[in-house]
């Protein structure tokens, strides 16, 4: 895989006021990047501001603070509207419900191709039509579905067509919030192949917002943990689940239920304890393996090399 | 072990403008005391309609239970009346359900809430009722509870308000605890605490589960027995190991398969393809056929009875007679039976039943 650089988030925060005095710090100061071709899971607790964080780098918030960095452009900021356009395209968004995400009073056609009437990719109806059939079969849909409204699909079908219209204007990014957690597990995985299978015929790169660890582990390269709006932990997938160095980590990956009883009976479970922290100082991110990074202080940096550095 | 429930041929409709939708096929089980029984399938299974109807929850009209017995405790439940029932229900037995967020009534405190059946079912006062509470609190993990009985539903966080549930459904020491997907909408954290917390009491209270869910982790977790359903039907029913390590219907191959495990590679995931049959108008045959790469032409003329594969296992799939063809499942799956291969002495061919 190439290491370069499709999106670069630096030190990114997101707060909301939420009363006079009080903000709620959602994402509070994230820093990672996204090489072009990989999928990147973040993963956490509800409320870890994981959501927030996609919702953030598609400019559906503006940031409080902080850099987006999208082939080396800023995308936050001030913009104008051609500017915007083009950016828009380049970055797409699957989201989490397929039942609310698709507006009931539109044929899946016009859902599909909205974005192309935006950016004018369609030069008259036959072409339009034409490229909505071939959005429809590449996500294992048929044509004859254009002309029907969302509520005559399963949920799972509903997915594929919002993966189509995030399709629809050839973007190179795509941010998927938790774009499975709404489905069940058989069709699930036909979701999870669809996802794959377009990466790799499209060179894709997506951000994969979820909280189901497994899942996360099976789509990504590399993960990002999440815990009170900041990133605990990066690594490679495999690392991480091989190797977890942040306690918090090694907790969420402890509580995963796996479907073999035979594990399960001899699960241990541990419980992270925020307070066993060195507060010494405040905590920065290190890299502890190659490609491992870590937040932590020098103390715990120290310690956590020594632990873990060697260890295949 | 004593059998507590025992549910024979069960069948549940409901009438619908459409027609009678048919949701629950000839559903049959028991449940011994003291186990956990886990029922698994995709939404529109008959899951959660099967769990209503041993509570008698089913509203009627549109809905009915058909045929079949319900045998509480050898009481048949079917043929009980609401005055009855409502001294069974919460008393005897109780449900936890899926949503700690619309479960709980907004307006009551959350004391308030759980004391409404220790009152009723139990005769207490409320002075009784209220020290019960305060020990039900503490057994559900809920610190300081003098205080938080006090307060309202929203005041508690996701999982505290699955505790509240959890709480108000053991209040009488059920004999039977019904959980539909009781962590689903839960953080994997606070779902393992949930579970835990939920094993812990049923050791102490001996009381029996059936734990409805589609996560298959859970299921690993929790269960004695699983119970697999697809539409309408209990295709197969075994011990957990059985289950998972010497699965034997299709529809249960494609479950175990479409999740990935921790360490599998960059394989694809064995993916069901299709959606659930319309049970408006269920397929001839089998219902999993359409979905079935195994399927052969029996499946498409003729239901397949239930199998014996061992003492405690049992599946309805035509691959298990004796004239069908030797078919392999797929490699996930295969890899799983062979780490179990040890236990699998039981044969390729099952005994009809």
């Known amino acids: 895989m190439s290491q370069e650089k499709l999106v670069e988030i630096k030190n990114l925060k997101q707060h909301f006021k939420t009363g006079r005095h009080s903000v709620v710090k959602a994402v509070d100061g994230l820093n990672f990047d996204i090489f072009k071709g990989e999928t990147f899971g973040l993963v956490g607790e509800s409320g870890c501001g994981k959501s927030t964080t996609g919702r953030t780098i598609i400019r559906l918030y503006d940031a409080t603070d902080g850099e987006v960095i999208f082939n080396g452009e800023n995308v936050h900021g001030k913009k104008n509207r051609e500017d915007l356009k083009k950016f828009n395209r380049e970055m797409q968004m699957i989201f989490q419900d397929p039942y609310a995400s698709l507006n009931p009073r539109m044929k899946v056609e ?134 977890p160095i942040h306690p918090y980590t090694q907790s969420l990956l402890s509580a995963i239920p796996l479907p073999d009883p035979d594990y399960e009976r001899s699960r241990e479970r541990f419980t992270y304890n925020p307070n066993n922290h060195d507060t010494s100082e405040e905590p920065e991110f290190r890299e502890v393996r190659p490609g491992h990074w870590v937040l932590c202080t020098s103390k715990e940096f120290d310690f956590y090399k020594k632990e873990h550095a060697t260890t295949k | 072990m004593e059998k507590l429930l025992e549910v024979n041929n069960m069948h549940v409709s409901f009438d619908t403008y459409g027609g009678e939708v048919k949701a629950v096929r000839g559903v049959t089980f028991d449940l011994k005391k003291g186990e956990t029984l ?200 075994g011990t957990v190991d059985d289950i998972f390590y010497n699965p034997k219907h299709p529809y249960t191959w494609g479950l175990l398969g479409s999740m990935p495990s921790l360490d599998s590679a960059d394989e694809e995931l064995y993916a069901i393809p299709g959606s659930p049959p319309d049970l408006l108008d269920p397929p001839k045959g089998d219902a999993f056929a359409p979905r079935n790469e195994y399927a052969m032409q029996i499946d498409l003329e003729q239901e397949p009875p239930m199998f014996k594969v061992s003492e405690t296992h049992y599946a309805a799939t035509w691959l298990l007679h004796e004239n069908a063809p030797n078919m392999e499942p797929p490699a996930s799956i295969k890899k799983r039976m062979e780490g179990m291969a040890k236990s699998s002495s039981s044969s390729e061919k099952g005994d009809r039943i």
């Open chain 1, 110 to 243: 016009d859902i599909i191709a909205e974005g192309m009437d935006i950016h004018g990719l369609a030069n008259n109806d036959k072409e339009r039509k034409a490229k909505v059939h071939e959005l429809l079969e590449t996500v294992g849909l048929n044509k004859e579905h254009a002309n029907r409204y969302p509520h005559e699909f399963s949920g799972g079908q509903r997915q594929r067509i919002g993966i189509a219209r995030a399709l629809a204007v050839d973007p190179s990014f795509i941010i998927a919030d938790e774009p499975i957690s709404a489905l069940d597990v058989s069709i699930q995985a036909q979701v999870v192949n669809l996802l794959k299978k377009l990466q790799h015929e499209k060179g894709l790169t997506y951000l994969f917002i979820a909280h189901d660890l497994s899942m996360v582990k099976y789509i990504s390269d590399r993960i990002g943990v999440m815990y009170f709006g900041k990133l605990v932990e990066v690594a490679d997938a495999d690392d991480l689940y091989n190797h």
């Open chain 2, 38 to 237: 886990a029922i698994v399938g995709e939404s529109g299974s008959g899951k959660s309609v099967t769990t209503k109807a041993l509570m008698q929850l089913i509203p009627k009209p549109p809905g009915r239970i058909k045929e079949g017995e319900i045998l509480f405790e050898g009481r048949d439940l079917t043929k009980m009346s609401e005055k009855q029932m409502q001294k069974i229900r919460g008393k005897e037995m109780a449900m936890i359900f899926q949503d700690p967020m619309t479960s709980l009534n907004p307006t009551m405190k959350v004391g308030n809430q759980i004391m409404e059946g220790l009152i009723k079912h139990q005769k207490m006062d409320r002075a009784q009722a209220r020290k019960r509470v305060v020990e039900l609190l503490e057994l559900v993990g809920i610190p300081d509870p003098e205080s938080r009985l006090k307060q309202y539903p929203h005041q508690f966080s996701g999982g505290m308000r699955q505790r509240v549930v959890v709480a108000i459904a053991l209040a009488c020491n059920p004999k039977l605890l019904i959980a539909d997907e009781p962590t689903t909408a839960l953080d994997v954290t606070i779902q393992a605490q949930i579970l835990e917390l939920m094993k812990d009491i049923q050791k102490k209270t001996d009381s029996a589960t059936i734990f409805i869910t589609h996560d298959l982790g859970v299921v690993a977790n929790v269960a004695d027995r699983v119970a697999v359903m697809y539409a309408g039907k209990i295709v197969e029913i």
